[in-house]
Structures are given as C-alpha cells and as structure tokens.
C-alpha cells in the first residue's frame, strides 16, 4: 500500500516524500491535524530532558525472541502443499558497526531444490508487508478490502489460491517503524538512518543481502516484488543490489507502483495529469455499469492518448476543443454534466470521489472508488474524514497478523504491531531524491542485465497510483532487446486490486509465466 502522506493524490497535492502520503492518499486530513498539533506544542526540539529520555529508551528495548519456526499447509492449484514459517530479525548496523535496528521478516520456505526465493515489500512510507503477505501472495489469505467488509468482521485466514508459494519461496520484509521492526536509536537519528529516500533503500537492500547470507541461498534465483512505495523502492533495491552489494534479481514485480512523482506536475499547462486519472476514473463508472472489458478500455486509452490530450493542448485556440472535452467526457465517467463543464473535463480527483456517490451520502477512495463509505462530513467544502479502505483495513490486518505470529508461528513480542505507521510517515524526509522518482534505476538495471524481467501490474480504478502513469512512463522507455522485457498489465480492481480473487489468480498466472521465463 502507499501513504496518503506520500503522494496525496485525492487533493492532487505531491507530498511526496519527506510528507507525502504516498501510500495513504487520505493522509492529508491527518498530516493537517498533526501539523496543528504539532504547531500547539512545545518545542521538542529544545527538550533536552526529552531528548535523553529517548535516549534511555532506545538503550532499554528488551530484546527481540530469537526466529521462531511453525509448519503448516495449503490447498494451492488444487495440491496441498507443506511449507515451513520462520518469523525472526535481522540487525541494521550504523556506520560504526553498532546495531542500530532491527528488521523483522516473516519467510515461507519450501522443502525442494532450486527454488526460487521472493522479496516483498509494500509501502508508504509506513506500511507493513502484511498487505502483499494475507492480501495478495503469501499462503494464507483475508477477507479485506472490498465494498461491504468491515473492520470489525472476524479476522478468519484461510487458504489463499492465488499464492505464489508453491512456485517461489517467500519473504515478507517490514522496514523500520512497520510491523515489529523498530529503530534503537533516538527519533533524531532514526531519521537520518532509516526515514529518508537513499538510507531507506540502502538498510533494506542490506537486509535482502543478509536474509540470502544468513540462510544459504546465495545461489537461488532472486526476485522481487514490491507494492505503490515498495513499487517505487522496487527498481532502486534491485539496481542497488545489482550495481553496490553484488546481488543480482532474475526478475521484478511492481504492485500498483509509485515510479513516477512529477506526472502530475504542472497541470494548468500539461495535459498529463489529467491523463493519467481519465481511464481510472472511467474504469471505476463502466465497472458499476458492468461493461469494463479490456476492450472497452483499450477504446478509453486510445480516447485518452488521442483526441483528449490534442484538445486539452488547444484550450482556447479551438473554440470548439473544450465542449468536445465535456461532452465525451461526460459520455465516459456518468458523472453530472453541470460538475464536468465546471471542470473543463479535467477531473480532480478529491472532487470527483465525493462526486460520484452524493446522491448516497457516500465517498470513494482514491484506492479503488467503488468502495464506499458513508461521508460522517457532507456538508463540508472538503472532505475531513480518512479513506475509506484506510479506515476499514487496519484493524482486521493488525488481528490477524498479531495472532499469526505471537499464537500460531509462536514468535512470542508484546510490543505494538504498526500495519500502517502514520509517526514514520511524518518523520519521513524524501525530498528532491524522491521527486526524481525510481525510472532512472528501471532503465539503468534492465539496460545492466539482457535477463532481468519486470512486470508492472495495476488495477483499473486506482486513483492513488494510476496505470497510466506506468502505461505512459514505460512507453517512453527505450528498447533494450525484447520490448516484452518491462510489461505493463491491467487487472479489474483498485490499489489492491488482488482483493479480488479473479483478479489475485490473474496476476498468479502472469507472474508464473514471467518467472518461467528466467
């Protein structure tokens, strides 16, 4: 998943980065309070009892249990399959030597030569990997993320068929401040090691390096998976890994991915911005209308490269460029015809997600905007309450993997379990480093490797990490051999799309065929 503090695309304001919601697009109603919080207090900064008293708590951390290992099983293409779960730690060491971290994983492992072996990481900044691991790839599976669930349903895992692991072993990674990992350090430094763009990737590669170290598997098959932010650490890791620690991928899969920050830059001159939400937007109205097929979307992203963009280019130079504009996109989204001529056709996406389900009292989210909730705020100019899918995925992704790891791995913490961490997506600093975006290190590590496959997979009504902006950023890309070597695909859903199970067994086939390949 990605933070709303990253890349705040339901007000299409780019916080990217050092305060951005990348991975939580709602996260601007929370980074607002907090500034205002933050504006009421004192100075912390100024606080040197404060400052030693994170000291004492940083040096008093009880220590993590040693790695934990439990058996289990599961129905997978039709074939039980019996893998072992290890949950364990790996020290982050500072450039003394000296632990300053601690990185906590959850490993799935097959019994069986040359097996393969997956790295996934989701996002945010802020996120655990528990989304990758019970929504989409990992052996077992929760009922979460769609229209209807709630967060107080029971958090019940059960057989995920759309799992990876009869094919590639898996390792789930939860960087500092997510899941049980945790900094031993004071926030200061924590911030400078673990909560900026260049450390993030660096300590995380190191762990990735230390995993393969530590369990033998140096000479396994590598790949990589990583979802919106961990889609953006995605090509960085792998070219970090490749060209600095000497450990090369076979193959990287990114998850609704945030590659490109500057696509919605300059919007009153670009066309571009408006491009890239178009299709997502339309996607979401053909799929309440029942008529989403990729041939209805082939026609929408043709529409969109084409005639859209020429005219949105002509504004006033063709008098007749901008009701043309209106009157297809109208004809598109099912949206009011008085709301898109107010817009000229340009559709914002905060705007459009209280928009669409008014007349319901209800809002979208920018994750996937046919699901809904219920507006607690109709009345206000702007939205004030959190996304909805934020607000109903915490609570059961936090039971569920507390339960797994502390009863059923046995893995025995009392600490707090962050699914979503907002403190490490306020403390996070990515500043120019994160607006150049990961596509420089894309090009640089296929270009670096004739073998290295990449599969960029989104879902149609995404409006945090849209698939036009990956569709419109790899067809500028040069061609390095096969043009099929970096693909883009498309599946029905949102952000997290594999809350599907349609859509989940899809990506399970494509990403079959491209580990089959290399």
């Known amino acids: ?62 220590p993590l249990p040693a790695d934990a290992h439990t058996q289990q099983s599961a129905v997978i293409d039709g074939k039980t399959l019996r893998y072992t779960v290890t949950v364990g730690s790996l020290p982050v060491r500072d450039k003394e030597g000296k632990i300053s971290g601690e990185v906590v994983f959850t490993a799935y492992t097959v019994e069986g030569e040359n097996r393969p072996v997956t790295f996934a990481f989701n996002g945010g900044p802020g996120a655990s990997s528990v ?9 077992k599976h929760l ?33 500092i401040g997510t899941g049980f990992s945790r900094s031993t350090v004071p926030e200061a430094e924590s911030k400078k090691q673990f909560f900026s763009t260049t450390p993030d990737i660096e300590y995380l590669s190191r762990a990735v ?9 140096m000479a396994s098959k590598k790949y990589l998976v990583g979802e919106s932010y961990g889609g953006f650490r995605g090509p960085r890791i792998t070219h970090y890994l490749q060209s600095q620690l000497g450990v090369a991928m076979n193959g990287v899969v990114l998850v609704s991915p945030y590659l490109n920050p500057t696509l919605e830059d300059n919007g009153d001159l670009s066309p571009i911005p408006w491009m890239v939400t178009l299709p997502s937007i339309t996607a979401a109205h053909l799929e309440r209308e029942k008529q989403l097929t990729p041939e209805a979307m082939n026609q929408v992203i043709s529409y969109t490269r084409g005639e859209y963009a020429t005219d949105l280019l002509k504004g006033h130079s063709d008098p007749e460029a901008t009701p043309r ?33 008014r007349d319901q009292g209800k809002i979208g989210s920018v994750y996937d ?121 498309e599946y029905p859903g949102g952000h997290m799309f594999y809350t599907r199970p349609s859509s989940r067994d899809a990506l399970r086939r494509d990403v079959m065929e491209m580990y089959a390949k290399h």
């Open 131 to 139: 989304f990758l691991n019970f929504g989409a790839i990992g052996p």
């Open 209 to 217: 390096y230390d995993w393969l170290l530590k369990n033998n598997r």
């Open 325 to 357: 504009v209106v009157k297809r996109v109208t004809e598109m989204t099912g949206l009011n015809p008085e709301f898109v001529k107010r817009s000229g056709g340009r559709l914002e996406t905060g705007a459009y997600l209280r928009e669409a389900f």
């Open 1 to 62: 998943m990605k933070f709303p503090q990253i890349a705040n695309r339901a007000s299409r304001v780019l916080l990217l980065a050092s305060a951005l919601p990348l991975l939580f697009p709602a996260f601007s109603v929370i980074e607002a309070q907090a500034a205002k919080d933050s504006a009421a207090a004192p100075d912390k900064g100024t606080d040197k009892g404060a400052d030693k008293a994170a000291d004492k708590t940083a040096d008093k951390l009880p």
């Open 143 to 175: 009922l979460v993320g769609n229209e209807g669930d709630s967060p107080s349903d029971p958090a019940t895992l059960s057989d995920n068929p759309g799992s990876w692991l009869d094919f590639t072993d898996l390792v789930f990674i939860d960087p």
């Open 369 to 489: 905007s046919n699901v809904t909730a219920f507006d607690p705020f109709p009345y206000s100019p702007d939205q004030k309450s959190n996304d909805p899918i934020l607000e109903s995925i915490i609570a059961p992704t936090t039971t569920a993997m507390v339960d797994f790891v502390t009863r059923v791995v046995g893995w025995k913490v009392d600490a707090r379990y962050n699914a979503l961490s907002y403190e490490v997506n306020r403390l996070w600093d990515g500043g120019d480093d994160l607006r150049k975006g990961s596509v420089e290190d894309l090009r640089e590590s296929v270009s670096a490797d004739p073998k290295l496959l990449v599969l960029i997979v989104h879902g149609w009504n995404d409006l945090s990490c849209p698939f036009m902006g990956s569709v419109l950023t790899v067809d500028q890309m040069p061609i390095m051999g096969d043009l099929t070597r970096v693909a883009v695909k």
